[in-house]
């Protein structure tokens, strides 16, 4: 199974920021829509940001708009995830994903997840 590699988690105070990478092998998921999902203790799965299979449109959850940003590299085919201007509230786990559809990724399911990364936010 092709497993998807997330890293740049970690802990951190309000206002600051953290750069999320995650690694994508080979040409896997050429036509599938990529993002971020997240799921804090006790919540459910929030849909992040993530971008269309063809790479032309980019949604964000309104609660990061302005404060994250997702871009992607085809060359070594990494997805990142700059996040800034952090909050409590974002505090959870961080899955990479992938999707035909990418309006399943914007309801919070995919088919294809990453292991998931922590991001702690402390006040």
């Known amino acids: 199974q092709v497993q998807m590699q997330e890293s740049g988690g970690g802990r951190v105070q309000v206002g600051g920021s953290l750069r999320l990478t995650c690694v994508v092998p080979g040409r896997t998921f050429v036509e599938n829509a990529m993002g971020w999902i997240r799921q804090a203790p006790g919540k459910e799965r929030e849909f992040v940001a993530g971008?269309?299979?063809?790479?032309?449109?980019?949604y964000y959850a309104d609660s990061v708009k302005g404060r994250f940003t997702f871009s992607s590299t085809t060359i070594d085919n990494t997805r990142y995830l700059q996040m800034d201007s952090l909050e409590p509230d974002d505090t959870g786990t961080y899955y990479c994903v992938a999707d035909p559809h990418i309006q399943r990724l914007r309801s919070g399911l995919a088919d294809y997840w990453g292991q998931g990364t922590q991001v702690t936010v402390s006040s």
């Open positions: 971008i269309d299979w063809t790479g032309s449109t980019t």
